[in-house]
């Protein structure tokens, strides 16, 4: 989905921006009685994105999604039929993946995990299942697995995650050498992948690494997939290891206002020019890229009020339920959907062609999705409507502060 630009100042978004089946359902959840603090996912929307992704890709390639950016199970079953795997970071995310996918496809489940501080428990829970790779993150962590699978009589199909020195990925652009708690960093590798070799029970499949985030420039991504294969076919090549995995991990980024989206198409096309050796495989891991524009989150209007000259419409939500906004900076812009019920029998406060602040229930201040908006009304009873929430919200949340309901999770 495109959102469109807004001009200055910001207005929020008509209501028509949200659709149809969005609005319906969410003025029934109006209609029903407890006041609305919801998300609404459209898993047709989040199929649609895996399809259209794998089917730009060449054939050597794999899109596994990440599991972390949205984990409804209705949401992961939705995805299921159009990705290759599931990438995971825990038990209960590798349990929901065993379910939703369909292990018998490729003989073992479909899951690849990482993770800075995977415990005896979740490697022992990896090993058992059988993963297509489990990331290692260091050597610590390698003897572990080799430990868990001669324990379970078993041999365990590792990746080495690798923090690179320097990714340069355009003429101008580089990342990499940042000091990180994920992965080996590289000047470290061939010394572990030596002291890996020595172990039992592993099989070194080849490497992962997670450097890009929120990228929506195609052909830097592209280049980014480039270098990845061809710094596993080198490094393998050296240290002497059969290389069949090379995972570039997530970071295909997701445009909002005035930005330009991801051309899926334009990668697809790029990715092809490379020439990973025959038996590897690309697996990707995009998360927030998938799932985005899948999901709205909703929250009535208790109230709305100026102060000093102010307006502020105050949810039934917040960043308990919709943290997204106020943790990374970005301007997630809203819509008011009226609701034309008002059953309290009281005056109804609204605010008219004014600029409005929009903050949630909790006791402080942080508690901001959006500031300074201009709206034709708000009134209390209304929905504010955030598009494109189905990526890191309610995930991300902190529910439990100051104990209000969680928010609910539909399906559409
Ligand atoms: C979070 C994460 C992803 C998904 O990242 P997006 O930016 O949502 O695409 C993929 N792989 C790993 C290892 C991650 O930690």
């Given at each position: 989905?495109?959102?469109p ?18 609005r319906?359902?969410?003025l ?11 998300y609404?996912?459209d ?32 949401i992961?079953q ?10 995971v ?29 995977k ?9 058992r ?6 990331n ?23 990746a ?12 101008s652009?580089h990342?990499?050498g ?26 070194l ?44 991990g997530g ?6 206002e005035?930005?330009k ?5 334009r ?5 092809g ?43 039934r ?7 997204l ?7 997630h ?19 008219e062609?004014v600029?409005?602040?929009?903050v ?5 201040p942080?508690?901001?999705l959006?500031?300074?908006v201009l709206v ?9 409507v955030?598009?494109c929430a ?6 991300f ?16």
């Amino acid at each position: 989905m495109q959102l469109p630009p807004s001009a200055a100042p910001r207005s929020a978004y008509p209501p028509d921006v949200l659709p149809e089946q969005v609005r319906r359902r969410l003025l029934q959840l109006a209609r029903a009685g407890e006041p609305v603090s919801a998300y609404v996912y459209d898993g047709a929307v989040a199929a649609e994105r895996a399809r259209e992704l794998r089917a730009a890709l060449p054939g050597w390639a794999q899109v596994y999604y990440a599991v972390k950016a949205n984990s409804f199970p209705g949401i992961v079953q939705a995805l299921a039929p159009y990705v290759d795997g599931f990438e995971v970071a825990s038990v209960s995310e590798l349990e929901l993946a065993l379910t939703a996918g369909e292990p018998e496809r490729t003989g073992t489940a479909p899951v690849v995990a990482a993770g800075p501080a995977k415990s005896v428990p979740v490697l022992t829970a990896l090993v058992r299942a059988g993963v297509e790779a489990i990331n290692a993150e260091s050597l610590l962590e390698l003897h572990r697995i080799s430990r868990i699978a001669v324990a379970e009589g078993v041999t365990a199909r590792v990746a080495l995650r690798v923090n690179p020195a320097d990714i340069p990925i355009s003429g101008s652009l580089h990342m990499g050498g940042a000091p990180s708690q994920f992965g080996v960093a590289e000047p470290d590798v061939r010394e572990v992948l030596c002291a890996a070799s020595e172990l039992p029970g592993l099989d070194l499949v080849g490497f992962h690494i997670h450097a890009a985030s929120n990228n929506l420039d195609a052909d830097t991504h592209a280049a980014y997939l480039r270098w990845c294969v061809e710094w596993s076919v080198r490094t393998a090549q050296a240290a002497g290891i059969t290389l069949r995995h090379v995972d570039i991990g997530g970071g295909i980024g997701v445009a909002f206002e005035g930005e330009k989206p991801f051309d899926v198409a334009r990668f697809g096309e790029l990715a092809g020019q490379v020439e990973p050796p025959p038996g590897v495989r690309v697996v990707l891991e995009p998360g927030r890229f998938l799932v985005a524009d899948c999901g709205w989150y909703a929250a009535e209007v208790t109230d709305v009020k100026a102060s000093y000259g102010e307006w502020f419409a105050v949810l039934r939500g917040g960043i308990n339920h919709f943290q997204l906004p106020t943790s990374w900076d970005i301007v997630h812009n809203a819509a008011v959907l009226p609701v034309k019920d008002w059953p309290e029998g009281c005056p109804r406060p609204a605010a008219e062609d004014v600029r409005v602040t929009v903050v949630g229930e909790l006791c402080t201040p942080e508690d901001t999705l959006l500031r300074d908006v201009l709206v034709d009304r708000v009134r209390a009873g209304d929905l504010v409507v955030f598009p494109c929430a189905g990526s890191y919200g309610w995930e991300f949340a902190m529910h439990s502060f100051l104990g209000h309901p969680v928010a609910e999770r539909h399906l559409l």
